[in-house]
């Protein structure tokens, strides 16, 4: 594969980088759906009976599962599906949308690949398992988008992505 410098994959210089805040927002509203998809996930389960009677997230990194019919092998491959789910609803929605979460569509940010024209599956896992690796040590990959002059958290500089305001069509 020839490789590419970034000038090559920015055509033009209209693209604006995404607000803090936007980003923000767009976080906070995917984690409001991946709960929904939790408390989906915890229904299904009741549903076919396997009994779960209480799931109490106690910490980003500690889920607490009460089960009647489960044992605690099988209580222990819950919670690491359940870990995974995050992972999975960031890494799909960003591949089949190109880039845009639900929260990132709803304000008008989206990720670019900074090498490639289309961001692909693998930059969306490298993005989603590098969330979790801007979660460790207090969350100072997050944090990395205040001083970076491109705003990029560590998840973006381990994808090799920037988040940008989506473009809107110019009206003819």
């Keep these: 594969m020839k490789y590419k410098e970034r000038q090559e994959c920015i055509l033009d210089n209209e693209q604006e980088l ?18 929904v998809i939790f408390s989906i996930i915890d229904k299904a389960f009741d549903w076919i009976g396997l009994g779960i009677t209480n799931i109490k997230m106690t910490n980003i990194f500690h889920i607490d599962i009460e089960a009647k019919n489960m044992n605690e092998g099988n209580i222990q491959i ?7 789910v995050p992972i999975i609803y960031f890494a799909l929605t ?9 929260g990132k569509k709803i304000l008008g940010i989206k990720i670019i690949s900074i090498y490639h024209h289309r961001i692909g599956i693998w930059h969306c896992i490298e993005r989603s398992l590098g969330y979790v690796a801007s979660t460790l040590e207090l969350m100072i990959g ?5 001083w970076n002059p491109n705003r990029m958290t560590l998840h973006d500089k381990i994808a090799d992505t920037i988040v940008i305001k989506s473009r809107k069509k110019k009206k003819t």
Excluded: E
């Design 94 to 102: 960003t591949y089949i949308t190109n880039g845009q979460s639900i």
């Design 18 to 35: 995404a607000s803090i805040p936007g980003r923000i927002l767009a976080m906070l509203i995917d984690l409001a759906i991946i709960v």
């Design 142 to 146: 997050f944090y990395q988008v205040f």
């Design 78 to 84: 819950f919670k690491t599906c359940l870990g995974f």
